[in-house]
């Protein structure tokens, strides 16, 4: 059985490679309902590397999803849409990933981002912002 209705509208699965890198992501513990993963295995299409667009059997929710390059096939980040017709455009992905960014980091420090000329300020516990860093 999914998990589609227990989730928010857009999720990240925070792989294990993440782990490995020493991120320190402290909104993740804090916000699990967003970094716990889609999880069904009964979609259409199946997933794999040329789709992105997928609907839950378990339930019809429809997906956007990006696979996990480490985990293949594995949803990495998954945007719920109403159906055909209303997928998400790429700035609704890319705000997306820049809200999950932030979120995963709680937030900002007061310090600008070390990224020459960038007018933002980093993330909590990072040099650099969101627009610099990404958890996706």
Wanted: with cysteine; charged share 25%; glycine share 6%.
């Amino acid at each position: 059985m999914c998990n589609c209705a227990n989730l928010p509208e857009n999720v990240v699965e925070i792989s294990f490679s993440w782990f490995l890198r020493n991120s320190i992501m402290t909104g993740v513990d804090k916000f699990p309902e967003y970094f716990n993963g889609l999880e069904s295995d009964n979609f259409l299409p199946e997933l794999n590397e040329t789709s992105e667009h997928y609907k839950c059997l378990d339930c019809g929710q429809y997906w956007y999803i990006q696979l996990d390059p480490d985990e293949c096939p594995s949803p990495w980040l998954s945007i719920k849409y109403e159906g055909k017709g209303s997928e998400p455009s790429k700035n609704k992905i890319k705000s997306a990933i820049e809200f999950l960014t932030i979120l995963a980091h709680e937030g900002f420090d007061e310090e600008p981002c070390r990224d020459k000329n960038c007018q933002h300020y980093k993330l909590k516990g990072k040099e650099f912002c969101h627009m610099h860093l990404s958890v996706v």
